[in-house]
């Protein structure tokens, strides 16, 4: 899109006067004040300059109104100066830009009649290198450096029969010293500016007039094709490089372009882009061509707010969630009609595509909404979800834009993104969830077990979602989400869930799922050796999280937070016909154990190993667990009565809150914390239910944020 009226320090234009070689500006030059994320493009032939944001196709102009400027070409940008270079049709020579966009003839020699529209400056050395195919041309080199004895002269490296490529603009690797170029016919060419030779290292697969070339940091290089204005990326690193659809840029019949290779395509400091959040195996980041939307103009979003990050999973630097536009009014059933409310802050074109046979990509044949005009405010839609989809968990995309033909990668350039995690149901399938469908509640163990140690509750926290899935009572699946939330503890801990009542051979091992991080593990979380259907989440926890610079332990001292390190996300399906009444109710069985080698109180002597567990007030350890080592310390545990896990005053080592509970902490006893707590065990649960509550605890002897 284009916004004339975007303000940028751009001063009157200063006039130059031409006598003879020389021109006198009425105003100082200065250089540009950084390497600019942001590409250059010349246009038209009373020309015009424009800023682009690669990354989105985002432009705008950047050359005043009373510009007034012929037709440039062979743009560059010079890293040693910070100024930008064209040869100018006008004068016959090569001009100056400053970073108030006013021109500047340069005095120069060896000029040829008829000028250049390629050319780039080299980042090894303060040189201009120009080029142009034919007998009477070349590649020329022409030095910018004011010290050396051949300053502003040009000189060829080559005649342009020697070196004859149908190229339109070429651009400077940042480390490698050569320059690139795509052809006509798609072939993209390294060339050596040094001896003037070139060598054919792929067809990219695109075809054109290629007019304007960037490279950026990574050595990905960008062409723009000039009739229908599309920007295209090659990673030139590849042993085989081809050009992917990127974003889609402004058309033009003359086209030159330029940035700082240096440079990353997305800004870190001051981004403007939004990004989605879905894993990133469905092209979610910069790195995979995730899709992602400028937000420079801000007037078509989906919900309330849109914020910009430099990448997708970065921070966008605030607590605000703006992924708050699409709400599932009903579930996602095979072979159903559902329906989904969207948002829009204006009127736009949606497109959106659910992941139905969970292969870990947004198929042609998963698009669910294609350019589908909304209006401003709620628009309820209705969609078909496919009977071949599969069970389970999954991913959503939904991108508003005023472009039509996105597809669920690449770059807008206004709009939003906003992907969401989703469950895809069995038909006829009724769900139930804990602590509710979207809420979380909170795990808390004190390892000391079986002494009371300093009772802080923050050994192992861990919040966490249950969900079962039933049709006809039959137990189909479980869900288990989960977050690692605090490790204050100096011992190694595994943490696990048992389900109570399911036999390790009623799961469908072919069809379970578990995902740390967002990615699938090779090794199976179903406990081997047991007849009770365990699942290791993992087998040690201080593999998955760590403490941060200056800090003991992960998440539980004042100062020393940190983003959460471990999320986990488990899915067992049943074989067929599990009554779901012979399976424990929530929340299941959470519990955790010692690491493998690795030693524990003076109490067990030697390393307990597997054989230790911590599980929730009165719910039986596993098959696995040691029996003598119930009466050790401090514990109380009957287990004629069926009563675990206590001391002699009911406190258990373990507490399981159906909220998202603010952990006490380091070394901060729970009741000092949340005072309440004990009068709550001490009545077996019948007063002072909301002990847990925030409003309840003593701020300054909880774990903040």
């Known amino acids: 899109m284009l916004n004339s009226n975007k303000k940028f320090a751009i001063s009157t234009l200063t006039l130059c006067v031409a006598i003879g070689a020389q021109c006198y500006a009425k105003a100082n030059a200065q250089p540009f004040t950084e390497c600019p994320t942001e590409a250059f493009l010349i246009q038209d032939k009373i020309a015009n300059l424009y800023g682009v944001k690669l990354a989105t196709g985002f432009y705008e102009k950047l050359s005043p109104n009373d510009w007034g400027q012929q037709k440039m070409n062979a743009l560059a940008f010079n890293f040693h100066d910070q100024y930008l270079y064209a040869y100018n049709y006008y004068y016959n020579s090569v001009v100056r830009i400053d970073s108030n966009y006013q021109v500047t003839p340069m005095t120069m020699t060896g000029m040829p009649n008829r000028g250049f529209y390629i050319g780039d400056i080299s980042l090894e050395e303060n040189t201009y290198y120009l080029y142009r195919p034919g007998s009477n041309y070349g590649l020329y080199r022409m030095s910018l450096d004011a010290a050396d004895s051949n300053y502003m002269q040009l000189e060829r490296v080559v005649n342009g029969s020697t070196l004859n490529l149908a190229i339109y603009d070429m651009a400077f690797h940042p480390t490698n010293g050569s320059a690139y170029a795509v052809d006509r016919w798609g072939n993209l060419w390294q060339i050596d500016v040094e001896n003037g030779t070139s060598e054919k290292l792929s067809n990219v697969g695109q075809s054109g007039t290629f007019g304007a070339v960037y490279f950026d940091v990574t050595g990905n290089l960008y062409i723009s094709r000039n009739n229908d204005g599309k920007i295209f990326r090659i990673n030139t690193n590849w042993d085989y490089p081809v050009a992917e659809f990127f974003a889609q840029g402004p058309a033009s019949s003359n086209n030159d372009g330029a940035r700082c290779a240096l440079a990353p395509i997305v800004s870190v400091e001051a981004s403007t882009t ?229 036999l390790r051979s009623e799961v469908d091992t072919s069809r379970l799922s578990y995902k740390i991080n967002g990615v699938a593990q090779q090794t199976s979380p179903l406990e081997e050796g047991r007849n009770e259907a365990i699942f290791i989440i993992a087998d040690d926890l201080a593999n998955y999280v760590t403490a941060g610079e200056n800090c003991k332990y992960y998440r539980t001292e004042p100062g020393c937070g940190s983003n959460i390190q471990m999320t986990f996300e488990l899915e067992v399906p049943m074989q067929a016909n599990k009554d779901k009444a012979e399976v424990a109710a929530f929340p299941y069985d959470p519990f955790i154990f010692a690491a493998q080698g690795f030693q524990r109180s003076y109490i067990f002597g030697e390393a307990p190993n597997r054989r230790f567990e911590v599980h929730l007030k009165n719910q039986a350890p596993t098959e696995a667990f040691q029996a003598n080592f119930f009466g050790r310390g401090d514990d109380a545990s009957d287990a004629d009565n069926q009563q675990y896990f206590i001391n002699a005053n009911g406190m258990p080592w373990a507490i399981n809150v159906p909220y998202e509970w603010e952990h006490p902490i380091e070394y901060m006893d729970i009741k000092f914390a949340y005072p309440d707590f004990h009068g709550f065990v001490s009545s077996s649960g019948q007063s002072n239910l909301d002990w847990y509550k925030a409003e309840k605890a003593t701020t300054k002897n909880v774990f903040k944020e």
Do not use: C
Not at 468 to 476: F, H, P, R, T
């Open 274 to 502: 939004d990004f989605g959040r879905a894993p990133d195996y469905y092209g979610t980041s910069i790195n995979n061509n995730g899709a992602r939307h400028e937000i420079e103009a801000g007037e078509l979003y989906l919900g309330d707010t849109v914020l910009a990050e430099p990448n997708a999973y970065a921070s966008n630097g605030t607590d605000i969630d703006d992924n708050d536009g699409v709400a599932f009014v009903t579930g996602i059933e095979a072979g159903k009609t559902a329906i989904v409310s969207v948002d829009a802050s204006s009127s736009g074109l949606l497109s959106a595509w659910i992941d139905f046979d969970k292969n870990g990509a947004f198929d042609d044949d998963e698009q669910i909404f294609t350019d589908l005009a909304v209006n401003a405010g709620t628009n309820n839609l209705a969609y078909d979800v496919p009977t071949w989809s599969v069970a389970g968990s999954s991913w959503a995309r939904f991108r508003i834009s005023s472009q039509t033909g996105l597809s669920p990668i690449g770059g807008a350039a206004d709009g939003e993104v906003e992907d969401y995690a989703i469950n895809i149901a069995e038909q006829n399938v009724i769900a139930t969830h804990y602590p509710s469908e979207n809420g979380w509640a909170t795990l808390a163990f004190e390892d000391n077990w079986p002494l009371m140690g300093d009772y802080d509750m923050n050994d192992v926290v861990v919040q966490y979602n249950l969900a079962s899935y039933a049709v006809d009572n039959n137990l189909m699946r479980v869900k288990i989400s989960g977050k690692v939330m605090a490790t204050g503890a100096s011992y190694h801990n595994g943490f696990a869930f048992r389900l109570p009542g399911l």
